[in-house]
Structures are given as C-alpha cells and as structure tokens.
C-alpha cells in the first residue's frame, strides 16, 4: 500500500504472494511479516454429479 503526502509517495505496507503451483491463485499471502499475519486460501470445492444421489435414491425407494 502506498499514500501520497503533499505529492511525496511512500511504501505503507507489503503483502507476499506465496504460490503452491502453476495457478494464478496463492496458496498464502503474508499480510505483515512483522506481525507474522497469514491469510491461508482454500481450494475451490469441486462440483459433484447428481448421478450418483439418484442412483442411491431409487436402491433405497425399492
């Protein structure tokens, strides 16, 4: 983060991506490291087919 006082910009905070894999996405971002403040991301859940649930639907209704 930057602030401009009177036309004078200076650095105010960092933050540092920390990527996992190849994604766009990071795996942590520090916050603050003299605080030691981490933001942890969680995959995106994977969606799940409904085939399943019918299948065990109709074998519980016989």
């Known amino acids: 983060m930057e602030t401009n006082n ?3 910009w200076s ?7 920390h990527y996992g894999n190849d994604s766009d ?3 942590w ?4 490291a003299a605080q030691g403040t981490v933001t942890r991301t ?3 859940p ?8 019918a ?4 074998r519980s209704s016989s």
Do not use: F, H, M, Y
Request: a positive charge; hydrophobic letters at 30%.
């Open 6 to 8: 009177a036309g004078t």
């Open 11 to 17: 650095q105010t905070a960092a933050k540092t991506n």
């Open 25 to 27: 996405s990071p795996s």
């Open 29 to 32: 971002i520090v916050e603050d």
């Open 42 to 44: 969680s995959p995106r």
């Open 46 to 53: 994977r969606a799940r087919s409904a085939r399943p649930r």
């Open 55 to 58: 299948r065990l639907a109709a």
